[in-house]
């Protein structure tokens, strides 16, 4: 949580640095969003680029493509998440790296983790559990352990606070103090998470003043108490869209998968040395994906260029206004 | 001419569509298209008042299918939007009827997200693992609903019990403390219901275009099999023309 009120508005270069500072090797990382919507991915690219390593992940009970690039660059070793999907398909890079046993994938729900949030946001050590009945899943859930109710004797489970040392989030518009503001309908579990992390890092798509903010208050989904700096980051979600300015880049995450799956297969057929350049019938490997999306664009303007461009993200936004 | 004949996803969509009830409370899920299909030409046909809430977005109205159905896209025009807080309350709550897919199905009704093969550490195969786990022994009821009818889906026992179903019949359900508990299971073939005295799995109907003997050989442990089975009904022409033009507008249960 931050202290005092000052602006929090960092240029898009500080990011490295910043998460450089709040973020070290085996570290706790929540992830905002859920599934293909409202994903940081361009804090995620940085994550990638500043060669974190043995992360622990963390997100909203639903996520997939950025935790499955965060994998395929070598970037994990443990994850807290309920479900890891690309809905249409299974995640290449998560499945294959928990087969191998490079990865692994706690058994969690979508209570652990909510219940896990609300109890650090709360300031609490735990959040009791009722609702945990016929499922293997708590039995072998690392955050949960059987407690016994003090008032009426009742057998049931405690899930047990998840402090992120960093979450990283996406929004549509922020101001240079850090107060945030979702337009999206859904609001993922953000708030939760800003204010169970240790620190806050926000790229917003466009920056807004701070009259407009109080103008609107109540529309402030973050306030700046809970953010250590806020980014503006235009297209910052992409490939998974922000609502309602821009929608999800089917093509682009279902050609990611393409690569990673065949990057997975190779792995898989030809054993751990041979896998990650494999690129099956796609054409170009793993590595000239992360390499022409993650590494070589030095800016978001070069990754945005290197995406499609101006032509690709009109259409992504016409669909999003369409909607 | 009318087209009455409709695709196995457009009848799963019918025949669960049937089974909701006006004023209940529920809701379809991620990557659910044929459940909210379901949910949404319940409305239009004999629920109006269904309310559609537990999963963030309050009474939507989606103006077509996708194949992912918990975004602002799909979902974002709503009545109201809750927040993962809520999720918490709802779990605990429990709905009137939620759905569920499943990597593996056991004659129980037992669902398998997590793993198939080796253990849960080192799986031979991990799957998605899941959001939810809660609504299967909260809510009243709930609905299996598949994209594919095989033995390698349909099996005798989970690797690894994701939602339960009836566990290991009736008293296993009972001393764990689950109400509810699957009441269909409809897949691209056949409806399944379960006995109501062994809690196992049942033949109910099969779609037109299979039959007894095709779902038995798909279907991996000793399906009940009642005297008579008759074939699933089909939506009429007036049905399947409202399921076209106000649900599935971009046809994607056809694809």
């Known amino acids: 949580m931050s202290s005092g009120r000052r602006e929090k508005l960092v240029p898009p270069e500080a990011l490295g640095d910043l998460i450089a500072a709040w973020l070290g090797d085996a570290d706790l990382l929540a992830l905002g969003g859920l599934f293909k919507q409202g994903r940081p991915c361009a804090l995620v690219r940085e994550v990638i680029r500043g060669g974190r390593r043995d992360l622990k992940l963390v997100s ?38 928990v087969e191998a046993g490079t990865v692994r994938a706690h058994c969690v729900d979508a209570l652990s983790v909510v219940g896990g949030l609300m109890a650090a946001a709360h300031g609490v050590p735990f959040q009791p559990v009722v609702a945990w009945k016929g499922s293997d899943v708590p039995r ?23 402090r992120p040392k960093l979450a990283l989030l996406h929004a549509q518009e922020g101001d240079r103090y850090g107060n945030i503001r979702h337009l999206s309908t859904m609001t993922y ?5 800003a204010r169970a992390s240790e620190r806050v890092i926000v790229s917003v798509d466009r920056l807004v003043s701070t009259e407009d903010i109080v103008a609107r208050s109540r529309e402030t989904t973050i306030p700046c108490i809970y953010v250590d700096a806020v980014v503006e980051m235009p297209y910052g979600a992409h490939p998974t869209g922000s609502f309602p300015l821009y929608s999800i880049d ?44 993650v590494h070589v664009p030095a800016t978001q303007a070069d990754y945005l260029e290197a995406i499609g461009g101006e032509e690709h993200l009109t259409a992504l936004e016409r ?3 369409s909607l | 001419m009318t087209d009455t004949s409709c695709t196995p996803a457009e009848l799963q969509a019918f025949v669960l569509s049937r089974e909701l009830k006006d004023g209940e409370m529920g809701a379809a899920g991620a990557s659910a298209a044929i459940p ?17 809430a537990g ?35 709802h779990s605990h709550r429990g709905l009137d009827f939620f759905f569920h897919n499943g990597m593996q199905i056991d004659r129980f009704g037992n669902i398998n997200l997590h793993f198939i093969g080796g253990t849960i550490d080192r799986p031979r195969m991990r799957g998605p693992g899941a959001a939810n ?79 007894v003997e095709e779902v038995v050989a798909k279907t991996g442990f000793a399906l009940g099999l009642p005297d008579r089975v008759p074939d699933t009904d089909l939506p009429d022409a007036e049905t399947l023309d409202l399921l076209r033009r106000k649900v599935d507008t971009a046809g994607i249960l056809r694809h």
């Open chain 1, 319 to 321: 669909e999003a206004a």
């Open chain 1, 60 to 97: 909203s009970p639903g996520s997939g493509f950025d935790v499955d690039v965060l994998i395929a660059a070598d970037c994990v070793a443990e994850t807290f998440l309920p479900a890891v999907t690309l809905e249409t398909r299974m995640c290449p890079a998560f499945r294959g790296a």
């Open chain 1, 189 to 193: 579990a953000d708030q939760m998470m």
């Open chain 1, 140 to 162: 072998n859930n690392p955050l949960a352990a059987e407690i016994t109710c003090p008032f009426t004797g009742e057998a049931l489970f405690a899930t047990r606070a998840i």
């Open chain 1, 250 to 293: 089917e093509a682009h995450i279902e050609t990611y998968a393409d690569v990673a799956e065949a990057a997975r297969r190779a792995r898989r057929d030809g054993g751990p040395e041979s896998g990650r350049d494999g690129s099956g019938g796609a054409g170009y490997g793993l590595a000239d994906y992360l390499n022409r999306v």
């Open chain 2, 36 to 52: 909210m299909a379901a949910i949404m030409l319940a409305r239009h046909m004999h629920a109006p008042n269904i309310q559609i």
């Open chain 2, 55 to 89: 999963e963030m977005f309050v009474n939507p109205r989606p103006r077509q299918l996708w194949d992912s159905m918990l975004d602002d896209r799909a979902l974002g025009a709503c009545e109201g939007a809750e927040t993962f807080l809520e999720l918490f309350g």
């Open chain 2, 133 to 211: 786990i809660s609504y299967a022994g909260t809510s009243r009821r709930f609905y299996i609903c598949t994209h594919a009818h095989s033995p390698r889906s349909f099996v005798p026992r989970v690797d690894f019990i994701t939602s339960p179903g009836y566990l290991d019949g009736p008293d296993s359900f009972q001393a764990a403390g689950l109400k509810g508990g699957p009441a269909l299971c409809v897949t691209p073939l056949a409806v399944m219901d379960f006995d109501p005295d062994s809690l196992t799995m049942r033949l109910k109907s099969v779609h037109p275009w299979g039959s």
